[in-house]
């Protein structure tokens, strides 16, 4: 058994810490706390046999924090994402507008012209006179953030359905847009002349 926890420690360490970074939702972050836990009982049995006493009571603690990360991201996260689907199913059948979760926005994939996705919503930006949405800003192109390429999107350009996120713009037509640095986004956003006028 002893052994066996010292396989089974840092791999479920390694798996859970891969699964919370992705930040793919609450379920699989909540999952994830659930493998780490696995791996703090684990490294605790290793603990247990081999006397050490600091990587016991590290690991006890660990399990504590984990089982804040389960109820927090399978609980509570988990309820509020129901919620908000449940309200955007709802609406789309209701003689009301249609309802999106914000929180739904990030993160998101754009689907382009040919329901392909062209790019990632990492972040809206309302104004906080009127609540609107002023423009999101989309990620394309590199690796796990490593040479990607930021750009604007004004709302008129999008159409936002219980579905997701969708443009008119091609990938190509995305890649040709003014790219954002990263740590200076515009105060306001107007919609370029090119698409200015036209219906999604």
Not at 42 to 49: E, L, Q
Not at 116 to 132: F, Q
Not at 157 to 183: A, F
Request: hydrophobic share 50%; net charge negative; with cysteine.
């Amino acid at each position: 058994m002893n052994e066996m926890a010292g396989w089974v420690a840092p791999v479920a360490t390694m798996i859970a810490a891969m699964m919370t970074a992705a930040n793919l939702g609450a379920r699989v972050t909540g999952w994830g706390f659930i493998i780490f836990t696995i791996g703090s009982v684990a490294w605790s049995i290793v603990a247990i046999s081999s006397g050490q006493q600091n990587l016991l009571w590290t690991n006890a603690l660990l399990t504590l924090v984990n089982a804040v990360g389960i109820w927090r991201w399978l609980g509570r996260q988990a309820r509020y994402e129901d919620g908000g689907q449940a309200a955007t199913v709802r609406s789309a059948t209701a003689p009301v507008p249609t309802l999106y979760a914000v929180s739904a926005l990030v993160g998101g994939k754009l689907m382009g012209r040919d329901n392909e996705p062209i790019g990632t919503v990492i972040e809206g930006m309302m104004r906080c006179g009127d609540a609107g949405l002023a423009y999101i800003v989309v990620s394309e192109g590199g690796i796990a953030g490593v040479g990607e390429r930021l750009h604007a999107l004004h709302p008129d350009e999008l159409k936002i359905s219980e579905e997701g996120i969708s443009s008119r713009l091609s990938l190509e037509e995305l890649q040709r847009r003014d790219v954002l640095e990263p740590d200076h986004w515009p105060a306001s956003f107007a919609q370029p002349l090119l698409v200015r006028g036209a219906a999604l």
